[in-house]
């Protein structure tokens, strides 16, 4: 640095941030898999089936409807399932919030995918984490990228 500048200089601190502990999340296992609860806009608990297969969380209507989101039916979106091709909506939720980790916005297809569960847990928002899966206890284990 030029001595003309030095005296205006200032020590900037450098230091990433220390990362946010690993947080374990607990699970309930059934015969649909491992459900977890989320919030949804700050509203909940929601129970949503873990799936790493799904590229994106759904929501059932009622959920929607609870929630008071918009839900886009024209054009439908087209959803390819273990059960065949259905069609269903789509609609934006602010946030969704999964044992403190949050992320949002994010859009999600609306459709009663699972009987027993309010929706599916897809990569969208699992995707935007390392996931791991503790089967012993069961819990899920979310940390940032």
Known sequence: MPPEHRARA??????????????????????????????????????LILDT???????????ARRLGLTVRT??????????????????????????????????VVVHDAVPGADGLLGMNFLGLFRVELDADVPALLLSPR
């Open 74 to 107: 024209d054009p439908p979106v087209v959803v390819r399932t273990a059960g065949g091709t259905v069609h269903a909506g789509l609609a934006e939720v602010g946030e969704i919030d999964v044992g403190g980790r949050k992320a949002g916005p994010l859009r």
């Open 10 to 47: 200032a020590a900037l601190d450098d230091r990433l941030p220390p990362p946010q502990p690993v947080q374990s999340i607990p699970l309930e296992a059934n015969e649909m898999g491992y459900l977890v609860e989320a919030r949804l806009n700050g509203e909940g608990p929601v129970r």
């Open 53 to 63: 297969g799904a590229t994106a969380t759904v929501l059932s209507p009622a959920v």
